[in-house]
């Protein structure tokens, strides 16, 4: 719009200043040029306002679709977190459930430990006496070996004595 106020201003100051000698075909000529440039221009710019229109609308369909994906990713996101936290749970009640099942093993092979170590403990009591009463038959037997001994020996003694006297006797 300055443009043309400025062209018709031009126009005016040749007009009236002698320059040039310009007719009104002339003048109306160049003014319905310029005007139809300036026409031109403008349905030109209508058109790379439509195309810059339809750019935006595609990339705010773009947007839309980045907004709608970013939307999917959180979802599934939250999926996985989700799943994540599951398969946690999951995994302490199955922990829980094996440390209680062993626990629950442990102390049934405890007990059965001290049971068993309990009749052990009960035949080495056993096997403690008897070794016991085997030392004191011993030591009877020793006792009981040595009079023996004492009494063959006295024995033998006597024997000899009395072989002696038969002898002197003279009985054989």
């Known amino acids: 719009m300055c443009l043309l106020i400025y062209l018709f201003g031009l126009v005016i100051l040749l007009v009236y200043g002698g320059q040039c000698e310009l007719t009104w075909d002339k003048v109306y000529g160049l003014l319905s040029a310029k005007l139809d440039k300036i026409i031109l221009e403008q349905d030109v710019m209508k058109t790379d306002i439509k195309d810059l229109m339809t750019s ?10 980045v907004a709608s994906f970013n939307q999917m990713l ?7 977190d989700n799943m994540d936290s599951h398969v946690k749970d999951v995994a ?3 922990v829980g459930q094996r440390t209680h099942l062993l626990r ?12 068993r170590l309990h009749s052990i403990q009960t ?7 008897r070794f016991q009463s ?22 033998r003694g006597h024997l000899s004595r009395l072989q002696q006297t038969l002898g002197k006797c003279g009985i054989s």
């Not at 629950?104 to 049971?115: D, F, N, P, V």
């Not at 070996?145 to 063959?152: G, H, L, R, W």
Request: net charge negative; aromatic share 2%.
């Open 134 to 155: 085997l030392e004191v038959t011993q030591t009877d037997l020793k006792s009981k070996t040595m009079t023996i001994e004492s009494q063959v020996d006295t024995t």
């Open 56 to 65: 935006i609308t595609a990339a705010n369909q773009q947007l839309g679709e």
């Open 92 to 94: 302490k009640v199955e």
């Open 74 to 80: 959180t979802f599934v996101q939250d999926r996985l």
């Open 104 to 115: 629950r093993g442990l102390e049934q092979e405890k007990a059965a430990t001290q049971s």
């Open 123 to 129: 035949i080495q009591g056993d096997l403690q006496s």
